[in-house]
């Protein structure tokens, strides 16, 4: 089964804070995702990841940024934190199965910003 | 531009009674369509999906849905709710080669006694 493991499932930090979220998948996926989710929105992208080093903005990257040094690890960034950002936010990596790309998701953090 | 729309936020279904979440979305070629199930506090499990052969796909947990294209739709059906069912439920499509997906809003499911 393929495992996508987010380090914290709740977190809660102050305005102004920089806050790292970790996300690592243990099936030698190529792309990986971090979305936002809220009540109401779905899930927005923020940024995905096709490689190593490589990204790419998703659909709300404001406020945010990434990494991936390694293929099984891509971390959000909240540079500053701000109450805005309070949210639950997924991670999620992906693979073609038979030419079709499939995304299988982390638990979720829950982040608070205070 | 791509869009899903799932145009129920909320639905209360009774156990045992059927249950069917509508899902209806905007792209130019073939979907690749997708239903995710939500439990509370956890992360996104893949029912099941479709992108192409048949138009009316199985699932897990019991759950199939099927594809119309003339109705741009990708319902979502269940015979017989029970009660481990209620979850959040998102409809999604696949937007590009590199596997981005656009999600509906969600639907929530609450099953009564």
């Known amino acids: 089964d393929v495992k996508v493991t987010q380090s914290s499932r709740y977190l809660v930090k102050r305005t102004g804070e920089k806050v790292f979220l970790e996300c690592v998948q243990d099936m030698d996926h190529e792309n990986m995702f971090w979305y936002r989710q809220d009540p109401g929105l779905g899930l927005r992208l923020i940024y995905f990841?096709?490689?190593?080093?490589?990204?790419e903005k998703g659909d709300i990257p404001e406020g945010y940024s990434v990494s991936r040094e390694k293929k099984e690890r891509f971390s959000l960034i909240l540079e500053s934190a701000s109450t805005n950002q309070t949210s639950m936010y997924l991670c999620?990596?992906?693979?073609?199965?038979?030419?079709?790309?499939?995304?299988?998701f982390g638990a979720g953090t829950r982040l608070s910003v205070l | 531009a791509q869009s899903v729309t799932q145009p129920d936020i909320h639905i209360t279904v009774s156990e045992g009674a059927s249950l069917e979440l509508r899902c209806n979305y905007s792209?130019?070629?073939?979907?690749?369509l997708f239903w995710y199930v939500q439990s509370p506090g956890q992360g996104l499990q893949l029912l099941l999906k479709y992108f192409s052969g048949d138009t009316l796909v199985q699932g897990i947990k019991g759950f199939e849905a099927e594809f119309k294209r003339s109705q741009s739709s990708f319902n979502l059906r269940k015979p017989s709710v029970h009660w481990s069912d209620a979850a959040e439920y998102f409809c999604a499509v696949a937007t590009d080669s590199w596997g981005k997906f656009q999600f509906g809003a969600g639907t929530q499911v609450v099953v009564t006694p």
């Open positions: 990841s096709y490689d190593v080093k490589m990204k």
């Open positions: 999620a990596s992906s693979a073609l199965d038979r030419g079709l790309n499939i995304q299988y």
């Open positions: 792209y130019g070629a073939t979907p690749y």
